[in-house]
């Protein structure tokens, strides 16, 4: 006899005390309505996938999608990128937006600093003045052409009302374009010297 076929036997020759089996169905049934009536009254959010990326990172640790050095090197950057890989968990894709543009300026500023050698930064606080000031201090074109390209591509749409990222595909590939830039700088931003 098969093993299957032993068990099936023995639970349809097993018999349940009635009073058990009333108490159950009593603690099943009084369970389902407290659990449906709290169930109405929590909030619930349904999040569907975004390309590759796992959901539970994006939701709650979207600075692991960049390099670890950005904690030691840009600090101030990272809640922003925690916040732009949330809003693109729950498709809020222009927000998402917002917060990967002011995390690439903020390593932007950190890059300059670098390059610079600590010169003051320009007055005019857009990122067309910093890649204008970058090249004048002979930051690399791999960097300043990145940065060129996100600024006409992405970021200067993006700052007008009537523009939104209204598509995943869009969302992902801004949030693949700000990494590629933001690796490329923080490969040459060294690390804090130890206090």
Known sequence: MLKQDAL????????????????LKNDTR???TV?????????????TPKGAYDLAVLINHGEFIFPETIYKKVPEAVEDVRQASRCLAFELYTASGFHLHRANESVVLKY???VSKGKER????NLG???KALENEGAGENITSCLRDLKD?????????DQSIEDVNDALAL???????????LHEIPLPEAS
């Not at 023995?10 to 058990?20: A, M, R």
């Not at 320009?122 to 606080?125: E, F, G, K, L, V």
């Not at 591509?153 to 009302?161: D, E, I, K, Y």
């Open 8 to 23: 099936d036997e023995k639970k349809s020759s097993t018999k349940v005390d009635p009073g058990l089996f009333y108490g």
């Open 112 to 114: 300059f600093d670098h």
């Open 129 to 131: 003045s910093y890649i």
């Open 122 to 125: 320009p007055s005019n606080r």
């Open 175 to 185: 949030l693949s374009s700000i990494h590629n830039s933001v690796v490329a700088m």
């Open 153 to 161: 591509m992405h970021r200067n749409p993006l700052m007008h009302p």
């Open 30 to 32: 009084e369970f389902e």
């Open 35 to 47: 659990f449906r009536a709290e169930f109405r009254l929590g909030n619930m959010f349904l999040a």
